[in-house]
């Protein structure tokens, strides 16, 4: 099965700061990656389909890139709403895999 | 607009059969595959199973011998049977929809099981 390694695990930036987060898969999926923001007791949130499409109703602060094995989120200039966990999922076939998470903090 | 409503017990004894439903409104119901996901307190997200309108099904290695998802297409309602469950199965149970050529993901908004003596 295709695994899903998310990176870092964690990270800490400042309000206006760019913040990348990297998943890479164990083998290629094409585009089929999306990204999620969870904040606690909620649900999770769809923020990127299809490695780089913005869900609708989503800041254009984020944005998604990449294909094949290599992907990325990036939130452009970080806001304090913006402190969650950030989870990445494949879905071109199953298992629909995670990613570990990435906790982000101010 | 699809909705995902789910329900089903809340609270379960070890060695007990969780089981869930999801009705799905509002929307297309061939054209995607739907998922169980579950969360435990504390921890990442998990993939339960999927299943298609026509009822075919593919399941999580770690879980496959417990999981059962089923679907009755004219309802529009999709089924997860868990049996011998442990606390280990304590978490938010989420219902979803992931498109199988376009789309985007959805997300019921989960339902919370406890696994307790």
């Known amino acids: 099965d295709i695994q899903m390694t998310q990176s870092p695990s964690s990270l800490s930036a400042s309000v206006g700061e760019r913040v990348t987060i990297t998943c890479r898969a164990s083998?290629?999926?094409?585009?089929?990656l999306a990204w999620f923001q969870q904040k606690p007791g909620r649900v999770p949130k769809l923020l990127i389909y299809a490695a780089s499409t913005l869900q609708s109703g989503v800041p254009s602060r984020f944005s998604g890139s990449g294909s094949g094995t290599a992907f990325s989120l990036t939130i452009s200039s970080l806001q304090p709403e913006d402190v969650a966990t950030y989870y990445c999922?494949?879905?071109?076939?199953?298992?629909?895999?995670f990613g570990g998470g990435t906790k982000v903090e101010i | 607009q699809v909705q995902l409503q789910q329900w089903g017990a809340g609270l379960l004894k070890p060695s007990e059969t969780l089981s869930l439903t999801c009705a799905v409104s509002g929307g297309s119901f061939s054209g995607y595959y739907w998922s169980w996901i579950r969360q435990s307190p504390g921890k990442g997200l998990e993939w339960i199973g999927e299943?298609?309108?026509?009822?075919?099904?593919n399941y999580s290695p770690s879980l496959k011998s417990r999981v059962t998802i089923s679907v009755d297409t004219p309802k529009k309602w999709i089924f997860l049977i868990l049996s011998s469950v442990t606390a280990a199965d304590t978490g938010v149970y989420y219902c979803?929809?992931?498109?199988?050529?376009?789309?985007?993901?959805?997300w019921g908004q989960g339902t919370l099981v406890t696994v307790s003596s």
């Open positions: 083998q290629g999926i094409s585009s089929y």
């Open positions: 299943i298609n309108h026509s009822g075919t099904t």
């Open positions: 979803a929809r992931y498109p199988i050529l376009t789309g985007y993901p959805f």
């Open positions: 999922q494949k879905y071109d076939r199953a298992p629909l895999t």
